[in-house]
Each structure stands twice: as C-alpha cells, then as structure tokens.
C-alpha cells in the first residue's frame, strides 16, 4: 500500500469546519482512500472512505483531487467530540493482504 | 451492544509472565484482524483471520506470540514470556467481507498491556 503524509496536529474552533489534508503522491489507480478516527481511550473507528469522486456521509465529506494525489477529510462543524487522531489510509483491495496500514495520524484539537 | 468487545480491558503483568487476551468479534463477522499500538503511534498489525484460518501475520509477531480462532467466532492473543516492549494496546477488529471488496473495520476498545 502507498504511503500518505499528514500534519501532526491541527486545531480548530468549536462549531466551526475542519478541513484535513492528506498527501497520498504514489497512489496507484486502484487504491481505495479510507479515513479512520481515534478518539481517546477508544479503538479507531470508520469515518469515510472514497475512490475518484467525492463523498459524503453523515460524519463528514471526502474532497479528492482530481490526480487522487491528495484528499481533504471535512468536518462541516467541529464540537468537542470530534477532537482525536485522524488516519489517512490507503487500501489495495486486489491481493489477499487484509490489514489497515495507519500512519501517525493528524491529531486535531477543537476549542470550545 | 453488539460492537467489538476485547476482554480483559487492562492487564499488569510480570516480566517473563504469560498472558491471553480474548477477543469476541461482531456476529458473523468472518474476518478478525489483531493490532498492537504503542503511545504516540498508529496501530501496527498483528495478524487476521478469515473464518478459522489465519492468513496473514507481521514480521512483528514474533515466536512468543500465537493467536487462535478455533471455531471462527471469538479470538484469543496469547503472549509468552513477555517483556517489557510488550508492553502496548492490543487492539482487535472484525469486518464483514466476502472477497477482495471495500470493507470497514470495526474495532474494539483495545487491552492495555503493561509489563513491569
């Protein structure tokens, strides 16, 4: 699986939007991009994940570039539970390799 | 509440000891993954299973460590002889997926090792 590349930390004010970056250069076209969050004492948890276009749900949306050589993960309106580790994760769903490989993640802090 | 359950939920033990951590997945669930986290780290994988045949372990599973799922349900994660750099969150997930398809994983709130 690519690598991805993620600031170490961001912070962000409550209730406004959080827009997190990932740098994925090496993806291969048949790589899936999957966001995880980890909130504290907690195991991860799914957010969202993504191929070519853009995603939403009803955590957050998923801005992909159009090279799929970045994404953006957006929290439309931050609150205090939303502070935690956010991994960007690159999938290959094609071999019989099953594991998530996590990066160090982007921790976010949000402010009340 | 039918998520991820990891029993126990914090483990102290001795240099040398044997322990086993249980894991019992979302029902039906037929792939069961182990992770281990350090602080300030993400997971790192372990090992997974599909139904009762593990298929894949790290270079990180060394031969102190064996995991098991015998009748494809719940897991359990024995480590011998620990020592203190096993000292870690031990995080288990499971996921429904048939084939090479997107899948989510659910994970379960982890066991806290720490070996003195």
């Known amino acids: 699986d690519a690598k991805t590349t993620q600031p170490n930390s961001m912070e962000s004010n409550e209730e406004e939007p959080v827009h997190l970056p990932c740098n994925h250069s090496?993806?291969?076209?048949?790589?899936?991009i999957h966001w995880y969050r980890q909130l504290p004492s907690q195991g991860p948890e799914y957010v969202i994940h993504?191929?070519?276009s853009n995603v939403n749900n009803r955590m957050a949306s998923l801005a992909i570039a159009e090279d799929r050589k970045s994404s953006t993960l957006i929290l439309h309106r931050a609150t205090l539970r939303d502070a935690a580790v956010y991994y960007c994760i690159l999938r290959y769903y094609g071999g019989s390799q099953g594991n998530l490989i996590f990066g160090k993640g982007t921790k976010l802090s949000v402010k009340p | 509440d039918t998520g991820v359950s990891q029993d126990p939920r914090h483990k102290i033990t001795k240099r040398g000891q044997n322990v086993t951590f249980r894991c019992d997945p979302i029902s039906e669930h037929n792939r069961l993954y182990w992770y281990r986290q350090t602080l300030g780290q993400g997971p790192e994988f372990l090992t997974y299973?599909?139904?009762?045949?593990?298929?894949?372990k790290s270079r990180l599973l060394s031969d102190r460590f064996s995991a098991e799922r015998p009748k494809g349900s719940f897991s359990t994660l024995e480590i011998q002889r620990t020592e203190q750099g096993d000292s870690a969150m031990y995080l288990c997930?499971?996921?429904?997926?048939?084939?090479?398809?997107?899948?989510?994983?659910?994970f379960g709130p982890g066991t806290r090792l720490l070996v003195l």
């Open positions: 299973f599909q139904n009762e045949a593990q298929l894949e």
């Open positions: 997930a499971s996921s429904a997926a048939p084939g090479p398809t997107v899948e989510t994983q659910y």
């Open positions: 090496t993806i291969s076209g048949t790589d899936y």
């Open positions: 993504g191929l070519t």
